[in-house]
């Protein structure tokens, strides 16, 4: 959904307030006039069930969205700031704020520390097989680092 969002909405400030913010009542509109008609019906399905989230806060509703809400202020703890990555024009730009803000906090014992929970790969939708079988390899805060970089 939020690719067909990315897609079809008409501008970033469209996709932020329907997934960003989440709250706005006019989501569920939104969605029925503009996503809707353009989402194939397996994608359509389950996110129609959850509609009522949309007029809610859509990305406190998932558990990906529940980490992203909590890891946001913990790295603003760790010092990382993303207000300049917003204004990165390119991928590789974006690559570059990542490997000098985001990558070298996750060496930190703290990060390391949460990442060895079993909760936060699961919340980033890792079955936990999956994850320990990573963990067999790798330490998971550079699994998580090197999936996000």
């Not at 998932?62 to 207000?83: C, K, M, N, W």
């Not at 070298?104 to 097989?129: C, D, E, H, K, M």
Request: net charge neutral; glycine share 8%.
């Amino acid at each position: 959904m939020i690719l067909a969002g990315a897609r079809h909405l008409p501008d970033f400030d469209s996709f932020y307030r329907f997934f960003g913010a989440g709250d706005h009542a006019t989501n569920t509109g939104g969605y029925d006039r503009v996503l809707a008609p353009k989402v194939e019906p397996e994608t359509r399905a389950p996110f129609a069930r959850r509609i009522g989230i949309l007029a809610k806060e859509y990305h406190h509703c998932e558990a990906q969205g529940r980490f992203i809400g909590t890891a946001h202020p913990i790295s603003g703890v760790l010092g990382v700031d993303y207000q300049p990555d917003l204004a990165s024009r390119t991928l590789e730009d974006q690559q570059a704020f990542f490997d000098k803000k985001v990558a070298t906090r996750s060496q930190s014992r703290f990060v390391r520390t949460i990442a060895n929970r079993r909760a936060l790969p699961f919340g980033l939708g890792i079955p936990p097989a999956q994850c320990d079988t990573l963990r067999s390899e790798n330490h998971i805060a550079d699994v998580l680092c090197d999936w996000a970089g």
